[in-house]
């Protein structure tokens, strides 16, 4: 039997991660309020089902746009033969205004530096293709993204090296971290083409501020290499601080004549801020005209439906409407929000704090046996399995501080929401009640044994990660001994 | 800066196939506002017959309104489905159309089938399942331009040519087969599979079950792939009619080969038998586990779109619909084929003959003032800015024969091919009339070079 390709017989389209796993779970026992009301509740899946019900009228009041007519006049024809790259006018400038309205018209986009693909996915690989060879590296700051992994690595070649974010200053980008994963890079022998970040922050919710977009800026500039800013979540910014797009800052310093401005490129989709996944619509913005060139080449392996493009192109045409829209999604947002953070904070749990997305990056450090990614697993299997409740590990997400999750809430209603809350509580009481003796001696050694297991962590995280693991602990080594008789001395107190 | 992949060519379309499209939309025909523009005879698209796709749309105007058969709205769910095993729905219909298409002689399952954004993804998705790069695909010429992008660009592999020819109406014989594969193996590159497109683009041909199984004897026998493109099955408009690759491959004496349907994959589309190449509808079909789960991952980069999938599950579940579809759309084919057929032949241009397709592989090697290449292109240049029709070099199908041109007639209605067709008598007339001139100039030149020979010959002998 003739030889598959690598591609197709390896695991790097990442889909054995735990991400993954917990939606088969999910699948095989879903929660429905009728008909399975102990199924398991999904709260793994990033998507925004909270204003379906305002674009329905919308659709019924605008018949034209679904049943492919033009002032009453089928144009069916002419979409069923539209297949030009290049996309529908229409649909690229509606879309520019969009991204102009959601960054508070702050920046304004050229329809002529958008190529549209199916879906941000899409978009993604396509820049990968287009800015990063075989072999090359992009550096992204962790937690990221499952889906990444696929996305940026499979069909790419391309290597992804991870800057290390911490809940020591809200998993904020700093410059030593950069600089290390710039290193981490060079020692695999790595060419680094460029950052990738997703502003807001997906698992985090959190948008950057622009203290990071600047030093970003700078680092980029710096080694003339590119920053793509995946800003898929931009219009689910439910609270202050506002959402601040990198072309806002490189326009407010005066770098938009500059080189450093055709090396920023923006992803965008229409899957999270409307909840249109299913319609694949994503894009690429550059203002680097080969960038633009070739992936408008590219796109011909995932155009976007001319049906679809006909029916969003009136949909954001009305601004009155979007304006609506907006204004109502974000409030919906960020009340679910808060029934989620209250809801667990009775728990116990505390969230870090957010002001976008559609999940909340939940600390669970405190229910773990131990402070490993072991550990992690282990809680995680019982969320799933016992307590019945899809959410996803920070180790899926590549965080190097175990204990952390990903729980999504805009794809549920409210009493699901609170079935949820409900059943977390129970499990947190239940776990309370068995280890409240030891609580004291717990919180006791985890104050002091946390650098010293975080570098554990960090070292089986690296061994997870094929980096080489003996460069990585040589660099932690000083800062472990001192710090192991610390905990030699807990554990004869235990 | 950017990747080898963003600032090459290898996306191919520098090709005469692309550059003649950009000339013609600069100057694109049109009856009424400009017709004298250049008429679009490079594009191989179907609009026959759309009137009765329209008609199937107004009747069913709940379908485009996303409403169920209860005429509840489905919209919400299928605004959120992007489950990239596609709509249980969708596939089924798909199987049991592509059935239909082969005269339903083999069963498909919906299972082993994936969904991509048109054939353009499904090819790409295919070869990044089968080979790495550096690894090559034996392909037979003349094939379909964009193929040097979809199939090599991103993926890194190789094509290498199976040279076909004239001598025998561009059949693949075993020798052609054999030749390319030892080419490949001299210039170091691991032969991963065959890819054939049946019916063929650009001759409109199709393939016997003798050819198919030879194939398949010869992927076999090399322990390697066989990708067959049948984009173009639904256009099948005279006999003999289409064979699919997994008929050929259901004969007894392949099938005790038992792993043969793991290595033979079909690659279909709607784009060509419905018209409909704005819906981005492709698809992989194929009874290799391994692949199928790899390329189901891999369509993530460029799924359907729920809405269109929506829209099309419910057109093909009218079976009255497209039983009347496939016979009516496949006598318009035929009949504006044969008028392209004849047209041509009054101004002494031939045909290969042909059966499928939205084209005619046209023999205008008369016309060639040399046998090459060079003379090719001045040919092609001529016939869109002079006479202004763009149609395709036999060059940018990697033919290896110069003269050869593909004319698309499906994409405009019969006054346009008129025109189309009035204009090229009027170009040969006047070459040959030219010609005629320049032949009697020449002629004249030759007949007084050879009296003044003659006359001085004459007068040296009766001067000695």
């Given at each position: 039997?003739g030889l598959l390709s690598r591609k197709a017989?390896?695991?790097?389209?990442?889909?054995?991660?735990?991400?993954?796993?917990?939606?088969?779970?999910?699948?095989?026992?879903?929660?429905?309020?009728?008909?399975?009301?102990?199924?398991?509740?999904?709260?793994?899946?990033?998507?925004?089902?909270?204003?379906?019900?305002?674009?329905?009228?919308?659709?019924?009041?605008?018949?034209?746009?679904?049943?492919?007519?033009?002032?009453?006049?089928?144009?069916?024809?002419?979409?069923?033969?539209?297949?030009?790259?290049?996309?529908?006018?229409?649909?690229?400038?509606?879309?520019?205004?969009?991204?102009?309205?959601?960054?508070?018209?702050?920046?304004?986009?050229?329809?002529?530096?958008?190529?549209?693909?199916?879906?941000?996915?899409?978009?993604?690989?396509?820049?990968?293709?287009?800015?990063?060879?075989?072999?090359?590296?992009?550096?992204?700051?962790?937690?990221?993204?499952?889906?990444?992994?696929?996305?940026?690595?499979?069909?790419?070649?391309?290597?992804?090296?991870?800057?290390?974010?911490?809940?020591?200053?809200?998993?904020?980008?700093?410059?030593?971290?950069?600089?290390?994963?710039?290193?981490?890079?060079?020692?695999?022998?790595?060419?680094?083409?460029?950052?990738?970040?997703?502003?807001?922050?997906?698992?985090?919710?959190?948008?950057?501020?622009?203290?990071?977009?600047?030093?970003?800026?700078?680092?980029?500039?710096?080694?003339?290499?590119?920053?793509?800013?995946?800003?898929?979540?931009?219009?689910?910014?439910?609270?202050?601080?506002?959402?601040?797009?990198?072309?806002?800052?490189?326009?407010?310093?005066?770098?938009?004549?500059?080189?450093?401005?055709?090396?920023?490129?923006?992803?965008?989709?229409?899957?999270?801020?409307?909840?249109?996944?299913?319609?694949?619509?994503?894009?690429?913005?550059?203002?680097?005209?080969?960038?633009?060139?070739?992936?408008?080449?590219?796109?011909?392996?995932?155009?976007?439906?001319?049906?679809?493009?006909?029916?969003?192109?009136?949909?954001?045409?009305?601004?009155?409407?979007?304006?609506?829209?907006?204004?109502?999604?974000?409030?919906?947002?960020?009340?679910?929000?808060?029934?989620?953070?209250?809801?667990?904070?009775?728990?116990?749990?505390?969230?870090?704090?957010?002001?976008?997305?559609?999940?909340?990056?939940?600390?669970?450090?405190?229910?773990?046996?131990?402070?490993?990614?072991?550990?992690?697993?282990?809680?995680?299997?019982?969320?799933?399995?016992?307590?019945?409740?899809?959410?996803?590990?920070?180790?899926?997400?590549?965080?190097?501080?175990?204990?952390?999750?990903?729980?999504?809430?805009?794809?549920?209603?409210?009493?699901?929401?609170?079935?949820?809350?409900?059943?977390?509580?129970?499990?947190?009481?239940?776990?309370?009640?068995?280890?409240?003796?030891?609580?004291?001696?717990?919180?006791?050694?985890?104050?002091?044994?946390?650098?010293?297991?975080?570098?554990?962590?960090?070292?089986?995280?690296?061994?997870?990660?094929?980096?080489?693991?003996?460069?990585?602990?040589?660099?932690?080594?000083?800062?472990?001994?001192?710090?192991?008789?610390?905990?030699?001395?807990?554990?004869?107190?235990? | 800066?950017?990747?080898?992949?963003?600032?090459?060519?290898?996306?191919?379309?520098?090709?005469?196939?692309?550059?003649?499209?950009?000339?013609?939309?600069?100057?694109?025909?049109?009856?009424?506002?400009?017709?004298?523009?250049?008429?679009?005879?490079?594009?191989?698209?179907?609009?026959?017959?759309?009137?009765?796709?329209?008609?199937?749309?107004?009747?069913?105007?709940?379908?485009?309104?996303?409403?169920?058969?209860?005429?509840?709205?489905?919209?919400?769910?299928?605004?959120?489905?992007?489950?990239?095993?596609?709509?249980?729905?969708?596939?089924?219909?798909?199987?049991?159309?592509?059935?239909?298409?082969?005269?339903?002689?083999?069963?498909?399952?919906?299972?082993?089938?994936?969904?991509?954004?048109?054939?353009?993804?499904?090819?790409?998705?295919l070869i990044f399942c089968l080979a790495d790069p550096g690894d090559a695909i034996?392909?037979?010429?003349?094939?379909?331009?964009?193929?040097?992008?979809?199939l090599k660009?991103?993926t890194g592999v190789e094509?290498?040519?199976?040279?076909?020819?004239?001598?025998?109406?561009?059949?693949?014989?075993?020798?052609?087969?054999?030749?390319?594969?030892?080419?490949?193996?001299?210039?170091?590159f691991k032969v991963k599979g065959?890819l054939?497109?049946?019916?063929?683009?650009?001759?409109?041909?199709?393939?016997?079950?003798?050819?198919?199984?030879?194939?398949?004897?010869?992927?076999?026998?090399?322990?390697i792939h066989?990708i067959?493109?049948?984009?173009?099955?639904?256009?099948?408009?005279?006999?003999?009619?289409?064979?699919?690759?997994?008929?050929?491959?259901?004969?007894?004496?392949?099938?005790?080969?038992?792993?043969?349907?793991?290595?033979?994959?079909?690659?279909?589309?709607?784009?060509?038998?419905?018209?409909?190449?704005?819906?981005?509808?492709?698809?992989?079909?194929?009874?290799?586990?391994?692949?199928?789960?790899?390329?189901?991952?891999?369509?993530?980069?460029?799924?359907?779109?729920?809405?269109?999938?929506?829209?099309?599950?419910?057109?093909?579940?009218?079976?009255?619909?497209?039983?009347?579809?496939?016979?009516?759309?496949?006598?318009?084919?035929?009949?504006?084929?044969?008028?392209?057929?004849?047209?041509?032949?009054?101004?002494?241009?031939?045909?290969?003959?042909?059966?499928?397709?939205?084209?005619?592989?046209?023999?205008?090697?008369?016309?060639?003032?040399?046998?090459?290449?060079?003379?090719?292109?001045?040919?092609?240049?001529?016939?869109?800015?002079?006479?202004?029709?763009?149609?395709?070099?036999?060059?940018?199908?990697?033919?290896?024969?110069?003269?050869?041109?593909?004319?698309?007639?499906?994409?405009?209605?019969?006054?346009?091919?008129?025109?189309?067709?009035?204009?090229?008598?009027?170009?040969?007339?006047?070459?040959?009339?030219?010609?005629?001139?320049?032949?009697?100039?020449?002629?004249?030149?030759?007949?007084?070079?050879?009296?003044?020979?003659?006359?001085?010959?004459?007068?040296?002998?009766?001067?000695?």
């Amino acid at each position: 039997m003739g030889l598959l390709s690598r591609k197709a017989t390896c695991n790097t389209h990442g889909q054995d991660s735990s991400y993954f796993l917990g939606w088969q779970e999910y699948e095989k026992n879903p929660y429905n309020e009728v008909n399975n009301p102990n199924g398991i509740i999904q709260m793994g899946l990033a998507e925004n089902q909270l204003c379906l019900d305002l674009l329905e009228p919308w659709l019924m009041k605008n018949p034209d746009a679904l049943g492919l007519k033009r002032d009453g006049i089928s144009i069916f024809k002419e979409l069923a033969l539209f297949q030009d790259y290049n996309g529908f006018p229409a649909f690229k400038r509606a879309l520019v205004d969009f991204m102009g309205e959601i960054r508070g018209n702050k920046v304004s986009f050229d329809p002529n530096h958008v190529v549209l693909t199916a879906g941000a996915t899409s978009a993604n690989e396509t820049l990968m293709f287009c800015l990063a060879d075989q072999g090359d590296a992009f550096l992204l700051p962790t937690p990221y993204y499952p889906g990444f992994d696929r996305d940026l690595r499979w069909r790419t070649g391309v290597e992804i090296v991870p800057i290390h974010c911490t809940s020591s200053n809200g998993f904020k980008v700093t410059l030593p971290a950069i600089e290390q994963a710039y290193r981490q890079a060079q020692k695999r022998k790595l060419r680094v083409k460029g950052v990738l970040i997703t502003n807001p922050s997906n698992p985090l919710g959190t948008t950057m501020a622009r203290d990071e977009l600047d030093l970003l800026i700078n680092f980029i500039e710096d080694r003339q290499i590119h920053l793509i800013s995946d800003e898929i979540y931009s219009g689910t910014v439910f609270t202050s601080p506002s959402f601040v797009s990198v072309m806002e800052v490189l326009k407010d310093r005066n770098l938009d004549q500059t080189q450093v401005w055709e090396r920023v490129h923006i992803v965008y989709s229409l899957s999270k801020d409307l909840g249109l996944p299913g319609f694949r619509v994503g894009a690429i913005y550059s203002n680097d005209p080969v960038v633009v060139s070739a992936a408008t080449k590219m796109s011909s392996f995932g155009l976007v439906s001319s049906q679809t493009q006909y029916l969003l192109s009136a949909m954001l045409l009305d601004k009155k409407f979007t304006k609506e829209y907006m204004a109502e999604n974000h409030k919906r947002l960020q009340k679910q929000q808060k029934d989620l953070v209250s809801g667990l904070e009775k728990a116990g749990i505390r969230c870090l704090d957010s002001n976008a997305g559609l999940f909340c990056w939940v600390d669970m450090r405190h229910l773990l046996k131990s402070n490993t990614f072991e550990a992690e697993m282990e809680l995680w299997q019982k969320i799933v399995y016992h307590v019945k409740i899809n959410i996803s590990p920070g180790s899926s997400c590549h965080c190097i501080e175990p204990g952390w999750f990903r729980v999504c809430f805009a794809n549920m209603s409210e009493s699901t929401l609170k079935l949820a809350i409900q059943r977390l509580k129970s499990f947190v009481s239940s776990i309370g009640m068995k280890s409240q003796s030891h609580q004291e001696l717990k919180s006791l050694r985890r104050k002091a044994r946390n650098n010293w297991v975080f570098r554990l962590s960090l070292q089986s995280f690296y061994d997870r990660e094929q980096d080489t693991t003996t460069k990585v602990s040589f660099s932690y080594r000083p800062h472990f001994m001192s710090l192991s008789n610390i905990a030699a001395t807990l554990d004869a107190a235990a | 800066m950017l990747s080898s992949k963003a600032s090459s060519n290898c996306h191919g379309q520098d090709s005469l196939y692309f550059l003649g499209w950009q000339v013609y939309e600069k100057n694109p025909f049109h009856e009424v506002e400009n017709p004298t523009g250049i008429i679009q005879m490079g594009l191989a698209e179907n609009q026959l017959s759309f009137d009765l796709v329209e008609s199937w749309l107004r009747k069913n105007p709940d379908v485009m309104g996303l409403k169920n058969k209860d005429g509840e709205s489905v919209f919400r769910d299928l605004a959120l489905f992007q489950d990239y095993h596609g709509m249980p729905a969708f596939k089924n219909e798909l199987v049991e159309y592509m059935a239909k298409i082969g005269g339903n002689k083999v069963k498909f399952d919906p299972n082993n089938l994936v969904l991509a954004a048109g054939a353009t993804s499904a090819n790409e998705t295919l070869i990044f399942c089968l080979a790495d790069p550096g690894d090559a695909i034996l392909l037979p010429t003349p094939s379909y331009a964009g193929f040097d992008r979809d199939l090599k660009w991103r993926t890194g592999v190789e094509i290498v040519p199976i040279h076909c020819s004239s001598s025998n109406g561009f059949r693949i014989s075993m020798f052609a087969l054999e030749e390319a594969y030892e080419r490949a193996q001299k210039l170091d590159f691991k032969v991963k599979g065959v890819l054939i497109t049946n019916p063929s683009n650009p001759l409109g041909t199709t393939m016997t079950t003798d050819e198919l199984q030879s194939l398949i004897t010869f992927a076999i026998d090399k322990d390697i792939h066989l990708i067959s493109d049948e984009v173009f099955s639904g256009t099948v408009f005279d006999s003999p009619s289409f064979i699919s690759i997994m008929e050929a491959a259901m004969d007894s004496n392949l099938k005790r080969n038992t792993d043969v349907l793991s290595r033979i994959h079909i690659v279909y589309s709607l784009s060509k038998d419905l018209g409909l190449p704005g819906f981005r509808v492709g698809m992989i079909y194929s009874n290799n586990q391994t692949v199928m789960s790899a390329a189901t991952k891999m369509s993530s980069f460029g799924l359907v779109s729920s809405q269109t999938q929506y829209l099309l599950s419910y057109m093909l579940a009218n079976k009255k619909f497209t039983s009347n579809y496939m016979k009516r759309n496949q006598k318009r084919l035929k009949k504006r084929k044969e008028m392209l057929v004849s047209g041509l032949k009054k101004s002494g241009i031939n045909c290969l003959k042909s059966n499928a397709g939205l084209f005619c592989w046209v023999d205008m090697r008369h016309l060639l003032c040399s046998n090459t290449f060079e003379a090719e292109t001045d040919l092609w240049k001529k016939i869109l800015c002079e006479v202004g029709l763009n149609i395709s070099p036999g060059s940018s199908f990697h033919c290896s024969q110069p003269g050869w041109f593909r004319v698309c007639f499906a994409n405009m209605n019969q006054s346009t091919l008129q025109v189309a067709l009035r204009r090229i008598k009027d170009f040969v007339e006047r070459s040959s009339f030219n010609y005629q001139q320049i032949m009697a100039s020449l002629s004249r030149k030759l007949i007084s070079n050879w009296v003044r020979k003659l006359s001085s010959a004459d007068r040296e002998e009766q001067e000695r």
